[in-house]
């Protein structure tokens, strides 16, 4: 990674569909994290995070065309740095504009209605034999297989697993509250945590799936304790998470899992290992939950508004 070779100015080409707000209007924020391949500005009403050519599309992500091999912490930005946004520029510091005149929207794709119970499981299956290997011991991933003992625990998934059987419980409809799912938030260390990435993949499988009011209650439980936590940036995660918003590979996983389509999976799962440390693969843990929950219990699925086709 190098430093860039010229500040100056340069294209915003994508903007997630969550920071489409911040262009109404003049906004002043700063920067509250830079990292090799993307910043983080926060502005009094919102997040977002601004990457290279190569970032994953995202809610909260811009995506710009600076080179991928530039390395942001090397650019001389710092945190605490002011950042300007008008309807087509975003100004850094004082030496840094990207335009955003011409930038597109990015939303998750829609998930088309041409999956069904054997698809689903036929991707939860290939997941299950196929992918084992891929998934890392750190982090919530072992949650991802039928077997959880696949994988050998560590301090963060021990903590979280009474947690998990009793969210799997919940989603069946065996008890009434998710009694436990407050041990997720803030679980584990990282830009965003284990547990919440967890959480916010399971509230994006639920949305993808149409279960709203499930959502809804899980929200209501984990966004008091998040906001009391003061991680910024992985509480916009969530908050995104509990509009169904999440990253390009996240969808693209959970969309390749519901359909049982193995070639889309490979290259779903390939995105989904570029995602921070473990945070692909923890919010996969939880969509996975959900999926799985989903073929196991008639209750979660009689609360659907999506529903397959019956085969």
């Known amino acids: ?130 992918y084992t290997n891929a998934i890392p011991s750190e982090g919530l991933g072992r949650f991802i297989l039928s077997d959880w003992s696949t994988i050998a625990a560590n301090p963060v998934s021990n ?32 830009l965003t945590p284990s547990g919440d990435d967890y959480i916010g993949g399971a509230m994006i499988a639920l949305r993808t799936l149409g279960d709203t009011t499930s959502v809804d209650k899980i929200w209501n439980i984990c966004r008091p304790i998040s906001l009391a936590l003061g991680n910024r940036i992985s509480h916009a995660h969530l908050d995104c998470a509990a509009s169904g918003y999440g990253s390009a590979s996240l969808h693209k996983t959970i969309n390749a899992l519901m359909q049982g389509h193995d070639v889309t999976l490979r290259s779903a799962l390939q995105d989904l290992d570029k995602i921070g440390h473990t945070s692909g693969w923890d919010a996969l843990a939880g969509a996975v939950t959900v999926c799985q929950a989903y073929l196991e219990d008639s209750n979660l699925r009689n609360r659907l508004q999506t529903t397959p086709n019956l085969v």
Request: a positive charge; hydrophobic letters at 35%.
């Open 159 to 190: 903590f979280a697993e009474p947690a998990v059987s009793y969210f799997c419980l919940w989603l069946q409809g065996k008890i009434d509250t998710p009694t436990r799912i407050n041990r997720f938030v803030g679980l584990g260390p990282g």
């Open 1 to 130: 990674m190098s430093p860039m070779p010229n500040l100056g100015w340069f294209l915003a080409h994508q903007l997630g569909c969550s920071t489409t707000k911040m262009r109404q209007g003049h906004r002043i924020g700063k920067l509250i994290g830079v990292f090799r391949s993307s910043f983080y500005v926060e502005f009094a009403d919102g997040i977002c995070c601004i990457g290279h050519e190569n970032f994953n599309s995202g809610p909260l992500n811009i995506i710009t065309d600076v080179p991928a091999s530039v390395d942001w912490r090397q650019c001389g930005l710092e945190p605490g740095d002011k950042v300007w946004i008008t309807k087509d520029k975003i100004s850094v510091g004082r030496s840094l504009q990207f335009s955003t005149k011409n930038t597109k929207v990015w939303y998750p794709p829609i998930t088309n209605n041409d999956w069904t119970f054997a698809s689903l499981r036929k991707g939860l299956d290939r997941l299950d034999n196929y």
